[in-house]
């Protein structure tokens, strides 16, 4: 292996990316997978779990698929325990799924509040505990969680999902610091506007498609394979000394004034 290898190699890590099935965490998985790592992809859509599984092995690459509903605590555990038999160990977690439920802030359903803190902050808190006890041991691991451009920016009528993703941001560092001297580091990604199926809406609409993209300084919208570089980098070696930041993949959507 030369140099370059070493330093981004994933080779015999494991890992657990939930929310693969599609979208982001179906490229993050892939690209971990061709990284060298050993990957379980969660989900809760079983077919869509299956046709990936397939379509990779038919690319040369093997993964195996979990069905699991992160928001309840026995899914949890086992998936942990299913990815620890299967790859090894887990030395990655990407804490990836997540929903949004906007509605209006004032008459904001205090079911969509509820389920949306389940999935995109309790279930990484939850999932992280889990996967640390034993990175802990080994004094070896890496927990990415996938924020947004919500976590820094205020959007219209998603109060849920924007409270939940600046305190994923939060959770990362509180866990960067608290695992850290464990040897686990811990790190945010962001996306910018991304075409999955989260965001059909605004892809399907003609004026609010081309707006999304003239607001980034790149002029177009993230591609899903868009994030393969940032998840292999902070899951490697490469970004060894690198924990508690937020890396935001948003095409200069932060940055940009005028
Ligand atoms: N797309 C963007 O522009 C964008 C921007 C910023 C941040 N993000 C974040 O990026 C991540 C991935 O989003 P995406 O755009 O790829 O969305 P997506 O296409 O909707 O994919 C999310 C995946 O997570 C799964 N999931 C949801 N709840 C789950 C649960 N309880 N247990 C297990 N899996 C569950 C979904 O399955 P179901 O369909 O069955 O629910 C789906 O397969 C999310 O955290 C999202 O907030 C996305």
């Given at each position: 292996m030369n140099y370059l290898e070493s330093l981004f190699s994933l080779s015999g890590r494991g890992a657990v990316v939930t929310g693969?099935?599609?979208g982001s965490g179906r490229a993050m998985a892939e690209a971990l997978l061709r990284a060298g790592a050993r990957v379980v992809l969660a989900d809760l859509l079983e077919p869509e779990l299956n046709r990936l599984v397939t379509r990779l092995k038919k690319a040369g690459l093997r993964a195996r698929a979990y069905v699991a509903d992160v928001t309840k605590a026995d899914d949890r555990v086992a998936l942990i325990r299913f990815a620890e038999k299967v790859t090894g160990h887990v030395d990655i977690l990407v804490n990836n799924a997540g929903i949004t439920l906007p509605?209006?802030?004032?008459?904001?359903p205090e079911g969509n509040w509820d389920r949306t803190y389940q999935v995109n902050l309790k279930a990484p808190f939850e999932l992280s505990r889990i996967v640390a006890r034993a990175m802990a041991r080994r004094r070896r691991g890496v927990i990415l969680n996938i924020t947004s451009l919500n976590a820094e920016l205020a959007f219209p009528d998603n109060p849920a999902y924007m409270a939940c993703k600046g305190a994923l941001k939060q959770l990362s560092k509180s866990l960067a610091l608290d695992l850290g001297p464990r040897g686990i580091r811990v790190n945010s990604i962001g996306p910018g506007y991304f075409r999955t199926e989260m965001t059909r809406g605004s892809w399907g609409d003609p004026a609010r498609r081309v707006a999304r993209a003239a607001r980034t300084v790149l002029g177009r919208w993230g591609r899903p394979e868009d994030l393969a570089g940032a998840v292999i980098f902070l899951a490697?070696?490469?970004?060894?000394?690198?924990?508690g930041q937020d890396l935001y993949v948003d095409g200069g959507w932060l940055i940009k004034g005028l």
């Open positions: 693969a099935a599609r509605h209006a802030a004032l008459d904001y490697s070696d490469a970004a060894s000394y690198i924990t």
